[in-house]
Every structure is written in C-alpha cells, then in structure tokens.
C-alpha cells in the first residue's frame, strides 16, 4: 500500500572517445515522462561524435518509507533520476534500474559492472514525485539518546567481590 510507478523511456548516447583503449562509451542520457510510441533501440539521432538511443521503458518506483530522501532530490539544485545500465551482452545493454532516491543512485555508481549517470529529471516527474512526498511524507523528529552515566562505585564494589575466593572445604 501507497507505493507509486511511474513510467519513464530512457535515452542513451554512444559517444565517440578520443583515447587509444576505447573507441566509444554508452551512457544514460535522458529520461522521458510516459511511454514514447517508439521501439527499444531506435535511434534518435547520429552524428560524428554521438549517436542517441531510446533504450526502452522503465517503471520508478516510489515507497513512502524514502520520501525524506525524495524531498531532498527534489530540492537539490538539479532534482535528478539515476539510470543505471547493465552490458548483457557484446555492445548490447538494458536498462536496470531507474530511481529518484539520490542515496540508492550513489550507491549504485559504487557497484561495479553497470554504467550509472544521474540525468536530469524532467518537470512532469518532478511534478509527480512532488505530489507522493506531499501526500506520504512524514516529518520525524531527531531525539538524541542521552547515555547512562557510570556509577564508579559500583564498578569499585564489582572488582572486590571478583577478588574475593570462596572458602575451601
């Protein structure tokens, strides 16, 4: 109960490197609200430096418990979605997840094997990521726990009893 999709189309670039060990390199680009009336995999468009891609559908999916952490996306100087791409193949990829939680999307650029990049996040997901934390939010409030204090004496009467040797029969 109260989880949102919300489906976006992925565009991805294959751009053209300059270095000697690769000759290219696929990353996400842009994300659109909706699902576009276009195949998996056409090209958008091509130049000498770039071609772009629609990479195919993706649902976002949002959970009450990570509202906090959608609010602070949303109110970041440029709210972001985090694609995440995965190789399946020799210069074959799919899409692999798609957030809006800025903290899942910087611990999937720590993985190792799919290509992340935060793209910008369009203003009608904007709107509708807006919407589900206005109506799930909670605020929680920070209580510090207060420590115990020690009681030096009664550390000082532990070690005596732990000195003192039952009697022998």
Same mark, same amino acid.
């Given at each position: 109960?109260?989880?949102?999709?919300?489906?976006? %189309?992925?565009?991805?670039?294959?751009?053209?490197?300059?270095?000697?060990?690769?000759?290219?390199?696929?990353?996400?680009?842009? /994300?659109?609200?909706?699902?576009? %009336?276009?195949?998996?995999?056409?090209?958008? +468009?091509? +130049?000498?430096?770039?071609?772009?891609? @629609?990479? %195919?559908?993706?649902?976002?999916?949002?959970?009450?418990?990570?509202?906090?952490?959608? =609010?602070?996306?949303?109110?970041?100087?440029?709210? +972001?979605?985090? $694609?995440?791409?995965?190789?399946? =193949?020799?210069?074959? @990829?799919?899409?692999?997840? /798609?957030?809006?939680?800025?903290?899942? =999307?910087?611990?999937?650029?720590? %993985?190792? =094997?799919?290509?992340?990049?935060? $793209?910008?996040?369009?203003?009608?997901?904007?709107?509708? /990521?807006?919407?589900? @934390?206005?109506?799930?939010? /909670?605020?929680?409030?920070?209580?510090?726990?207060?420590?115990?204090?020690?009681?030096?004496?009664?550390?000082?009467?532990?070690?005596?009893?732990?000195?003192?040797?039952?009697?022998?029969?």
């Amino acid at each position: 109960m109260g989880t949102q999709l919300i489906t976006v %189309g992925v565009v991805v670039a294959k751009r053209r490197l300059k270095g000697p060990w690769a000759s290219h390199a696929w990353l996400p680009v842009a /994300v659109l609200p909706g699902l576009p %009336g276009t195949e998996p995999w056409t090209r958008l +468009s091509a +130049s000498e430096e770039e071609e772009t891609f @629609y990479a %195919g559908a993706y649902e976002v999916e949002l959970h009450p418990a990570e509202t906090a952490h959608y =609010g602070d996306n949303l109110a970041a100087a440029r709210p +972001s979605l985090w $694609v995440a791409l995965r190789e399946t =193949g020799p210069e074959t @990829y799919a899409v692999a997840t /798609v957030t809006a939680d800025p903290y899942e =999307g910087e611990s999937l650029a720590e %993985g190792i =094997g799919e290509i992340v990049e935060a $793209v910008p996040m369009p203003p009608e997901i904007q709107a509708e /990521v807006g919407a589900f @934390y206005r109506a799930f939010h /909670v605020e929680r409030v920070f209580h510090k726990r207060k420590r115990d204090r020690a009681d030096p004496e009664a550390l000082a009467r532990q070690e005596a009893g732990a000195r003192r040797r039952p009697e022998e029969p």
